[in-house]
């Protein structure tokens, strides 16, 4: 591709409510154009770094026994009525009506649809197994879309859904789609890590999450450093009697209970340095109120802990749609505000972290605005709660089933994969007779990327003050080739400049020709800025040598390389590292759970 012809739009300054890298240096480089919140065109350059992932991922699947599909964005409510989902799915869902009144949506994920297709295709167990994959526009009415295409409106999906006749064909199923990510994730030339998705509560390793390392990330990941073992914090459990202490037991309460002032003192920090450092944060109780479809409840936790409230909505109190109650609501049940609330003559039913159990002399709101209780033990100032995991997981709790304690670092959830089941099979009725004869609902696995999250991920992941730094593989040009041929003397330059980008291309690689004869400087930091791997300069001083000058993004300064063999030098590179990334070896990231 010649800069002369193509569609290369940079600004200096990214606008102001861009707040993360990858979202500043998109704007700036031009990847993108915002349409409408969480709405953007992708512009040439971008859209190179998308096709570009969206290939490999259509090449590793195709590989993986998958077959291409493209199904409709637009979908009949009818479809989604079947599942269930119409009704459960919120605000997320974009739904709207055609001319006749007919009502539809804008697709956030395709189960519906692919079932159907199905159920209509397959009547035996000879037909399957069968996996159909698509790369498509996705909708979700996202509450907050931010950060650009990371958590945009709409954005590109591949997802991929398999069909197998029993519980074994799904397991093998969802495993080879599992090394068909790892490989792709490898060949896009990320660091990620594959995490589990879920408790393992049904059958374990039901689901699982691909998720790209970067600091920025959304994604907590806790994980044991000698690697056997890496989830989401979301969904790690914390075990019982782990608060810190030694010992399963609690210890006898030695102080009596007593009622104290507490003025203006609404924080369990506050409250600590008013008694003068004495409560340590597991004796400070932290308690908070929740409700869900069950009833309300009140939750009890160490002073230091977070409460996870996916872990609420499992308490039988509480139950699904588990939300924290507003302040106003938590006055007009109890009569009084956020941190002044306690166990002691509580109304609502009363669950208490495991960070808790074995807590004694403790202190508490006393369901009075402006008073805490000092010396509250369980069971004698009130009623012993049940215990439950309440809290969400952190850096230093023991590892979940194992040894040691837990680490913890951040990361963009990629790429999930699901083992669904009937779920939807059952309710849209997708039935294939078994080999014992009978018909019986299918087993479905569901697999998405986030192709256009990939983009952003990727910069996230790699990038300085001068811009993105790409791999090979997905880098919006592999090489550059930039020419400093003064106008009248450069005529020499300027034909040394175009052989080797003939040459470059003749060995398949994707390469830019800055022919715009702009000065050095722009078009280097041009190159800079959009994260082009490899860097190739001819000028006449260089030729004077027979050299011409090599720097790769990443490198602090470039060095002088033999001008006449520069794209045969620079071609082996490339092909050594997209050799590297496709070598099929499965990382180790992707070994570990
Ligand atoms: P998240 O927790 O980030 O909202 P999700 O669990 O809703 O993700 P899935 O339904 O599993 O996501 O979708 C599969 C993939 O699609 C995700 O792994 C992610 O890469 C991508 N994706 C999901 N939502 C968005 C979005 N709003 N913008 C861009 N990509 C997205
Ligand atoms: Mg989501």
């Known amino acids: 591709m010649r800069a002369s012809r193509f569609f290369i739009h940079t600004a200096k300054e990214a606008p102001a409510e861009a707040e993360l890298v990858s979202h500043r240096l998109m704007l700036r480089a031009g990847f993108v154009r915002k349409a409408a919140a969480g709405i953007y065109s992708w512009l040439p350059c971008g859209w190179r770094v998308a096709r570009k992932i969206a290939e490999i991922v259509r090449e590793e699947m195709d590989a993986a026994g998958c077959a291409e599909i493209f199904m409709p964005a637009v979908q009949p409510a009818e479809l989604w009525r079947e599942s269930g989902r119409w009704s459960v799915y919120g605000a997320e869902l974009l739904r709207f009506s055609d001319r006749h009144g007919r009502e539809f949506c804008m697709g956030p994920t395709h189960e519906e649809i692919v079932s159907d297709i199905l159920r209509a295709a397959v009547s035996g167990h000879r037909q ?35 069909f197998d006749i029993c519980e074994k064909g799904m397991r093998e199923s969802y495993e080879t789609m599992r090394r068909a990510y790892c490989r792709i994730f490898d060949r896009v030339g990320l660091k990620y890590r594959m995490v589990a998705a879920d408790s393992g509560a049904i059958g374990g390793d039901t689901s699982h999450e691909f998720v790209v390392l970067a600091d920025s990330g959304e994604e907590e990941i806790l994980y044991d450093k000698n690697g056997n073992y890496a989830a989401n914090a979301e969904h790690v459990p914390c075990a ?59 939750l ?92 969400a997981a952190q850096s230093g709790d023991a590892v979940p089933g194992g040894e040691g304690k837990l680490s913890s670092c951040r990361g963009i959830e990629v790429g999930h994969i699901f083992q669904l089941g009937d779920k939807y099979s059952k309710a849209m009725n997708v039935c294939a007779e078994m080999p014992e004869g009978g018909a019986r609902p299918v087993l479905m696995g569901c697999y998405g990327i986030g192709v256009t999250r990939i983009v952003a991920a990727a910069i996230e992941q790699a990038h300085d003050e001068r811009g993105m730094i790409f791999p090979d593989a997905i880098a919006p040009f592999a090489a550059v080739v930039i020419p400093i041929a003064p106008k009248k003397s450069g005529e020499e330059t300027r034909a040394a400049a175009e052989k080797t980008y003939g040459e470059l291309r003749a060995a398949g690689i994707d390469v830019l020709l800055d022919d715009r004869e702009l000065r050095p400087g722009v078009m280097f930091a041009e190159a800079d800025l959009l994260g082009i791997p490899h860097r190739i300069v001819i000028s006449p001083r260089g030729l004077q040598n027979n050299e011409a000058e090599y720097k790769h993004r990443a490198a602090d300064s470039p060095e002088n390389i033999p001008a006449k063999t520069a794209a045969e030098t620079i071609t082996k590179k490339i092909r050594s590292n997209l050799a590297a990334g496709a070598g099929g070896q499965i990382s180790r990231a992707c070994q570990t759970s």
Do not use: W
Not at 137 to 148: L, M
Not at 248 to 260: A, D, G, H, L, V
């Open 240 to 298: 019982a009697n782990d608060n810190g202490g030694d010992g399963n037991s609690r210890p006898e309460p030695r102080e009596e209970m007593k009622k104290i002032q507490t003025p203006g003192i609404t924080t369990i920090a506050a409250l600590h340095e008013f008694l003068g450092g004495k409560t340590p944060p597991a004796r400070s109780i932290k308690t908070m109120i929740a409700r869900g479809s069950n009833g309300a409840c009140a």
């Open 128 to 162: 399957l197994p069968v996996n159909l994959y698509q790369i498509q526009t996705k909708f979700r009415d996202e509450i907050r879309p931010r950060f650009g295409v990371m958590r945009s409106r709409e954005f590109i999906m591949k997802d991929a859904y398999s």
């Open 300 to 391: 009890l936790l160490a002073g230091d802990r977070s409460l996870n409230i996916a872990k609420a909505a499992r308490q039988p109190e509480i139950g699904a749609g588990a939300e924290l109650a507003s302040a106003e609501e938590a006055r007009e049940l109890i009569g009084a505000g956020f941190g002044s609330l306690g166990p002691v003559n509580m109304q609502l039913p009363v669950v208490a972290d495991y960070s808790l159990q074995k807590s004694a002399d403790m202190v508490c709101g006393a369901n009075e605005d402006g008073y805490h209780y000092v010396g509250v033990n369980f069971g004698r100032d009130c009623p012993m709660p049940r215990f439950a995991d309440l809290r």
